[in-house]
């Protein structure tokens, strides 16, 4: 009797399991997109960094913008690692049906060189670039550095003790960080730290003693007084922080990189009904217009940029060819662009 | 006075009163479930919250929040499947006391000790919370690896008769977590799988701690109690739940160190209430010179340490959030997320330009452990019946609910086939006697050790010795090294020893 109790409970074990594991995967399978119906159900969204940072926030407020209009929910999730390879690994590996959207930064397109992913922003069509910022070097309120030349003349000087807070392997922080290798030669020692948040803590807590992060992460903590931006990677003064001196006026060398920042937008896979892509691209446009998204993104450093097809297409390349050049004359990054047909810009 | 104002909000406001008890008592029955967690309710919250007034869907966050870290340490005592990380140091004396029909008194105790953590830990916020965020701030990279370190002594305090079999588990633990890309430098460790493919691409964002912990505890606590689902279930006593004053007075000055704890600990970016509770645990295991019962069998001093630090680990969390933007754990990162959203800047500025919303959040937070007090003694009798369904018909569903547990975590069925290898494996490792709470300490601790013990050595420019000297010149590491130095002592053999020898003469 005991025995059969037990053959018993475990087929019924098993039988849940089944049914379990198939109700699962029927949500997995999606059926062709019909255009004309599009959308006919809820959109992924796959958020190419961790909840809480510029490109999470942003990315959720345009989503939400454009949910209304598309009349259907966007469901988040936030795929974050691997300098974004995580999450464009993730959507390239579904269907190209408009229902899984990639709301990505910059990062993707210097993959290829820094050896982090075999794909790029080649693989994907933008529907839309909706905000850019910029880089901008920042030191704590108590640093002894009040100029950008006393700092890098610092590091110049004694390039054991002069830290760096970085976000890792192919983040803005180090490819920043290249850019005042080739320019300025400094050799710079790098921490790697799990965010530029982070790296804003590492430099008030005294735990480094500089970082270059964009403009969004060193904001608020300008406005309260607890950092000084010492310079800003872009060529005019950036409205609102008209008293932070452009790199280029200490050091002329970087105008062969400006004007440079990174950048913020919503991708599909490649392969996607035309339609479903327009489609997609004017409601992005009228979501980027949204008073909303436009006060939270200024809140965050960022300015509009409202880029889509051909010109958001000739955007990527230009930022690829620039940054990944850059990484591989400093030595940053191992493989040439030109394996990868990456012209110089 | 204007703070008290908007503080008192949280009380007067019928609506905001609505949310948060609600929030509160769904986060309850959210986190009691095994499975569901409070992270993934609140990660289901905000989209609805999109479209709310601030207050209400602050009112919301909180109350889910409060309850849901509390809730966990339901299923955590009646079935030994902690319903959060947080709840694991809770299963270890919890269960116990519900084998031996004493459930309801254990969560009884649960629930006034959540309420205490809560308070305290809702007061320094209020009180200190610029200066607890500058000590978590200069916190270093070494101290957060020393800390870790500490963290890992534990695995002796996490109940196994065998230390060797616990240093197992948690090796075990530290390797499933080095799985998946690298963040720091971007190379790949331990992925399988041909490259593109949906598992390699699985493997490079690493296992989900919380798909293991669903696994481990979850599905192979169902898997060992089916192994004879004939056991008749032990009858609860239902009929002294709440906790007398004696007994809480009596248990007041560990519950006041272990929410001091919890409260800083939640405060450092990076930790949060899992870890808290943990150590909570271990220091009441080592605090306590003669509990009642011994801890592992029941002991109420456990229950006490890990419940009062994880709730008050919430206003430790907030810290950082409300003060610097940075969330404290995985449920503050989605509660900044939803504050932008409604054009709030969490942040330095925040006390200034949005004083408002920051004293009405800690308003909510003490109203919400009132709410706590009253709704966690609901619905008791009610769980504990629970315990009392026989195991053929409870162990499927438990199954069931992981899998949905899993599954919801990020849409995906990969975790669900990981939660049910780590299922298995748990099975393996019960049935051969390994405990399995050590494995999720160590993938809990992993990343916080590795990546800050290099950040550690590279600040110092690569040298171990350097980094000898840096921590030997800073007062808090140094603290913290001589705490590591001394729990190493007094656990080696000769130490025992010469204590014992001193007690007989």
Redesign the interface.
Known sequence: M?HL??V???C??VC??AA??TG??S??TTPSAKEDSYPSKDI?GSIMW???GVC??TA??IG?AAQELLGT?I???N?A???G??ST??V??QSADGYELLFGAENPQIAKV???A?IDYDDFTPIILYCTTYAAVSVSKDSPYQTLEELMDAILAKP??V?MATT???GLPEVCASMFADVVGIDP??????GE??C??AI?????DYTITSLGSAS??Y??G?IRILGMLAQDPVAGYEDVPSVQDAYPGFSKYLPWGPFYGVFVKNGTDQAVVDKLTEVFAQAAEDP?FL??IA??GCFPLGLSGEEAAAYLQKYRSVTSWLLFDSGAAQVSPEEFGIAKP | MEHLDYMLRALLDPQLLLFLGVGVFLGIYIGAVPGLSVTMAASLLI?FT?SWDVLPAMAAMIGIYIGGVYGGSRSAILLNIPGAPAAVATALDGYPLAQKGLAGQAIGITVVQSVLGGFIGTVILALGAPQVA?V??????RDYFLLAVMGLLLVGSLGSESPARGVMSAALGVFVGFI??D????HLRFVAGP????FH?YM???VNYVVVMIGLFGMSEALIQ?RD??VQPVKQKVDKIVPGWKNILKYLPLSIRTSLLGTFVGAL??TGGDIAALMAYDHAKWSTKNPETPFGQGAIEGLVACESANNAAIGGACI?MLT????GD?VT??M??AM??H?L?P???MM?ESSDVFWYIIGAMFVGNVFLLILGFTGIKLFAKIVEIPK?IL??II??LS??GA?SI??S?MD?YWM?AFGILGYLMKLYHFPVAPAILGIILVDLIE?NF??AV??V?GSFTALLGDILTHPMSLLLLAVIVGMLLSSAGIFKKLRCGAKKR
């Open positions: 005991k109790k037990r018993f409970t475990a019924v074990c849940v399991l379990a594991l699962c995967s949500t997995g992924q961790s909840a809480g999470d926030i959720r407020s939400a929910d469901v988040f999730t795929r690692g691997s300098g390879a995580v690994t993730y390239n590996a820094m050896g982090t075999e054991q003790e830290v890792g392997a192919g020692i790098i921490v790697p730290f799990d948040n982070e804003m803590t008030m807590g005294g735990n480094a608020s903590f406005a309260s607890d909303d006060e939270l809140s965050k | 989209s999109y500058k978590a701030m200069a916190f270093a990279p998946g890309l963040s720091q430098t971007g490259s593109g493919s949906s691409t490079m964002l690493g089916l689902p004939t970016p990076g950082p610097l933007g940075i969330p995985a990162a989605i900044i997320g932008y959203i054009g800047n942040g330095p500025l200034k053929y162990m499927p199954i069931i899998v949905v599954f990020n849409n069925l669900v049910i990546l290099r950040r590279m600040t420019g």
